[in-house]
């Protein structure tokens, strides 16, 4: 079966502390705790600046065997300047420390701002330059700016093809020419929750899915109910098995993704406002029955000798 990854987008919240953090675990422990509570993390801190090869490593170091990551790419590309002459700048994001996460590096998530309009001349450059594995990535960070001499990151360690999702958040994108572009370049549309305030579509376009839960009925704050997590439930299990929902959302309906008997799935929860996030994900987890070799539980401090 598809590998299915449901986790959370960020960890460092000081609101989870004393509630899905348990009285007790000091800080520096969190993602110790939080990775194997869940089986996938976001890593939120790289979109809004780089990070370090030495992060990159001590996160790889504070997980567990089998644990992915989803790394969050830079707003100063898609934000700032909004994908204008990024070559640099995408190399200076590869050489700060990314493949450092080596077999733990998943997806590269790219969040895009409401205000950024769907160009589709712009939008395929920027996806024909992504590098679709570990070697491409490695080569691109060796061409980082000269202020990351002797502090950039540009080993492969090996050979792993490279997972991109695209978000977005205007209307403009919610055209056939945009579904062809990421099916082209075999890159996933993000499926967004965001208590309707952005464009919500579930076009398969990658050979696997990527799902954001920002909150079911309140953005960043409101959380699932066990109806609402079964829906989703529901869904993942279609598109892990290779199909799609009966009443799937789609921009194309005439567009067929490739035929798979199966498709990884990463979901992850960012209603974290009111600590909802880990306990749904972990809901959801159980669901499929991988909690059952998770190490740690919500709200308990675990038995010594469980985290490293």
Not at 161 to 186: C, M, Y
Request: with cysteine; net charge positive.
């Amino acid at each position: 079966m598809a590998a299915i990854h449901i986790g959370i987008s960020g960890w460092r919240y000081t609101p989870w502390r004393g509630d899905f953090y348990p009285e007790g675990l000091t800080q520096k422990r969190e993602l110790q705790f939080a990775s194997r509570a869940v089986n996938s993390i976001e890593i939120n801190g790289s979109f809004y600046a780089l990070q370090t090869p030495k992060r990159y490593a001590e996160w790889y170091a504070d997980t567990p065997e089998g644990f992915l990551f989803s790394v969050k790419a830079p707003r100063f590309i898609t934000h700032i300047l909004r994908l204008r002459d990024v070559h640099k700048p995408m190399a200076n994001f590869f050489a700060s420390g990314v493949l450092e996460l080596k077999e733990k590096l998943g997806p590269i998530l790219w969040q895009f701002p409401p205000s950024f309009k769907f160009d589709a001349t712009l939008f395929e450059t920027f996806l024909a330059e992504l590098p679709t594995d570990t070697q491409q990535a490695a080569a691109l960070a060796r061409q980082h700016e000269p202020r990351l001499n002797g502090k950039a990151s540009m080993k492969a360690y090996a050979k792993k093809p490279l997972r991109h999702a695209v978000e977005i958040r205007n209307t403009s994108f919610a055209v056939p020419e945009f579904i062809q572009l990421l099916d082209k370049h075999g890159v996933a549309l993000v499926v967004a929750d965001t208590a309707g305030k952005w464009p919500y579509m579930e076009d398969v376009t990658a050979n696997f899915m990527y799902l954001r839960l920002h909150g079911d009925k309140q953005l960043y704050a409101s959380g699932y109910s066990a109806e609402a997590l079964q829906r989703w439930g529901d869904r993942i299990e279609r598109w892990a098995h290779g199909k799609q929902p009966a009443d799937a959302h789609l921009v194309d309906p005439h567009h067929t993704p490739r035929r798979r008997k199966q498709r990884d799935v990463f979901c992850f929860f960012d209603n974290d406002i009111k600590v909802r996030a880990p306990f749904d994900a972990r809901q959801l987890l159980q669901r499929f029955g991988l909690d059952q070799h998770l190490l740690t539980e919500p709200g308990r401090l675990p038995e010594p000798g469980v985290l490293p």
